[in-house]
């Protein structure tokens, strides 16, 4: 069974960037979707951000466009969250999920990986 692996969170001053990275441990079938979703402290979980794996399509959630950007390197089953321009209220726990429907709700992604801590300081 693939497993998910995150990467890159840490802690950064507000108007910072980091990079997320997601590694999957085998094949990224074409049909997949691969996202981002979110948990920050007191908070349900929450979409961020997805790639479509074969076209490259990205629908991304209101909060974070223009600010987020998801990318992927087939070759390396990696998936990436480029984030800039951190607000305190980006501060979360990001898990990278892979799917096979084109998705922003958490129930259509069957594969998590552990999450990785980005605490943005105001």
């Known amino acids: 069974q693939v497993q998910l692996v995150e990467s890159g969170g840490g802690s950064v001053q507000a108007g910072g960037s980091l990079r997320l990275s997601c590694t999957a441990s085998?094949?990224?079938?074409?049909?997949?979707?691969m996202a981002w979703f979110r948990q920050g402290p007191g908070k349900a979980r929450e979409f961020v951000a997805l790639?479509?794996?074969?076209?490259?399509?990205?629908l991304y959630a209101d909060p974070v466009k223009g600010r987020f950007t998801i990318s992927k390197v087939n070759a390396a089953n990696t998936v990436y969250l480029q984030m800039n321009s951190l607000k305190a209220e980006d501060t979360a726990v990001y898990y990278c999920?892979?799917?096979?429907?084109?998705?922003?709700?958490?129930?259509?992604?069957?594969?998590w990986g552990q999450g990785t801590q980005v605490t943005v300081a105001a």
């Open positions: 085998g094949r990224i079938y074409s049909s997949a979707v």
């Open positions: 999920a892979r799917g096979s429907q084109y998705s922003s709700n958490q129930a259509e992604y069957h594969t």
């Open positions: 790639i479509r794996w074969h076209s490259g399509s990205l």
